[in-house]
Each structure stands twice: as structure tokens, then as C-alpha cells.
């Protein structure tokens, strides 16, 4: 790095954030949204030692349009209000959806439980899992899903 280059990378660390986006658009032509200190004080220096030793080579320039005119570019700019979310179900894909009743027959007795956004109803009583349900029916750990005969051993039904 030449002396020259060496105090302007020197007085960069001295700006505010609007003094760096300043000196950006000098160096770059353009503006740029960014409010991150370090990556303006980067791109700065990039720039004033591309210009001081040549920036990039002609291969690498000819090889930088021959990777462009591969690439498949878009046409038209995403619009800024479309937000694409992958859907996430509210609850376990196992399970019924809520407001779905379960019934099952254990020791002559009917147990009603029902499916809720957020858990399931028994007896007056909402639990976090049907497998809290089934211990509170039988006393002893069951796994849910095969108390209610929801899924059996192999997996789900």
C-alpha cells in the first residue's frame, strides 16, 4: 500500500457513518444504504487500492463477463412488498385438526379428549401432550399417540 493510500485508510477511521457513506458515493459513484462502519471502511479501501494498483487483471475481467453471460439474471426486481413464508402448520401433523374429539375405551370407561390449538381437553382439564392425558387416564406412562391409536408401532397411520 503507498503512503498516499496509507493516509486515507488512516483518516477513515476517524468518520462518522455519514462521512464514510459520503466518501463512498465519491469512490464508487453511486450511494449506498449501508449504515455498517466496517463494511463502508472496506469497500473504501478496496476501492482506493484498485485505484492506486490497477484493480483487477484483464483475465480476470474476461473470465468475471464469461461467468456473467452464464448466469441467469433476473428480469424484473422482486417487488418490495411480497414476503414468501414456508407455511408451518400450528400444530403436530400427526395429530387431528383442533376441535377433533378422540375417544377411546380403557378399563369400561369412555375417555373423551379434545384436539386444541394449543393442547388438548380431558375431563375439564387442558394438557400439553396426549401423552400427559394418557398417564392421567391410566396412571402410568403411555406413549400418546398409541393410547389413542393414533399412529401404531411401525409409525403413523
Do not use: C
Not at 463477463?65 to 452464464?70: Q, R
Not at 380403557?106 to 401432550?129: I, N
Request: proline letters at 4%; glycine letters at 8%; a positive charge.
Amino acid at each position: 500500500m503507498t503512503p498516499k493510500v496509507a493516509q486515507q485508510v488512516e483518516a477513515l477511521r476517524d468518520m462518522t457513518i455519514g462521512e464514510l457513506r459520503e466518501r463512498y458515493a465519491e469512490a464508487f459513484g453511486e450511494t449506498t444504504r449501508s449504515s455498517h462502519k466496517d463494511f463502508l471502511r472496506k469497500r473504501i479501501v478496496w476501492r482506493l487500492q484498485a485505484n492506486e494498483e490497477g484493480g483487477l487483471s484483464a483475465r480476470a475481467l474476461r473470465r468475471a463477463k464469461e461467468l456473467a453471460n452464464d448466469a441467469d439474471l433476473r428480469l424484473l426486481a422482486p417487488s418490495a412488498r411480497t414476503v414468501v413464508r414456508p407455511f408451518r402448520p400450528s400444530h403436530d401433523r400427526r395429530l387431528p385438526m383442533p376441535g377433533t374429539v378422540l375417544q377411546r375405551e380403557y378399563h369400561g370407561q369412555t375417555v373423551t379428549v379434545t384436539v386444541l390449538d394449543s393442547g388438548f381437553e380431558y375431563a375439564g382439564q387442558v394438557y400439553r401432550s396426549l401423552t400427559a392425558v394418557a398417564k392421567a387416564v391410566t396412571g402410568s406412562h403411555w406413549n400418546g399417540y398409541l393410547f389413542f391409536g393414533i399412529a401404531s408401532h411401525g409409525g403413523t397411520r
